[in-house]
């Protein structure tokens, strides 16, 4: 059985327990729950496969396990792993008819989402057939910006941890807090960070396979590419669910970037009265 054969069928019975259990327990968060997971397993299978005496494998396999064990700490503390739904999930759920749904949950989230965790990381295929090129120096820097972008990630999922557990203290004591989403820190120049750098990570990972290949010209782009796409839905859908909940989340979105992170704009007001001045 070759590497890529083992990863699609650890995919597969992932992609059954995940449906199977969706089914039972009526949450559709299982997928969520292997995502921090199973990429972890799918590259120290291609490390396997190549003895562990792949220098650029291991890297790439110890990387991932950084970003997976990061991720899964994140998620575990927010009640991911203790039966929490991402609240997402109920806002679409009552949205459509449950057959849609089921389809939904079946097509996109198990099946799709699944195709897209084991495609973002092929370009450990790339680097297992590419396996007697030597480390190259753009290795270590491609290892040094993952790192950046790990460190990135976290500061930005901890700034908004430290925001919800103050707004809970405030709405526990009966206070409405002043500020209802967080803006500040690395949310003053992006209103999602974390996704920004999330996605960074596996670019990097996608350019990791070039450097072995010697090509940027690499199928494998698509993982990269496609899970680019999935965050720009999904901060579609998140924003419009944030609109929903604070009619001031509109001013913000006027005037901070969407992800990339950027300067702060000028708010419309202070635009206009400048203009009146």
Known sequence: MTPFLLVVVVAGVFCAFAWIASLLTGDTSWVDRGWSIVP???V???AGYAHLASARLD?????VTIWGVRLTFNFARKGGYSGVEDYRWPALRAS????QFQLFNFFFIVLYQNFLLVLITLPALT???HRSTPVHPLDVLLTAAFLVFVVAETVADQQQWNFQQWKSAELKAGREPA???VQSGLFRYSRHPNYFYEQA???VLFLFGTVAAGSLLQWTIAGPLLLTLLFLGSTSFTEKLSLG??????????????????FTAVPRADVQTAKSD
């Open 127 to 129: 680097a297992y057939d």
């Open 59 to 63: 890297l790439m396999a110890a990387l």
């Open 179 to 181: 500020v209802r989403f």
């Open 201 to 203: 990570q596996w670019w």
């Open 245 to 262: 909940r604070y009619p001031e989340y509109a001013q913000y979105q006027t005037t901070t970037s969407a992800q990339i992170p950027w």
């Open 40 to 42: 972890v397993v799918y």
């Open 44 to 46: 120290w299978i291609f």
């Open 96 to 99: 459509m008819p449950k057959w």
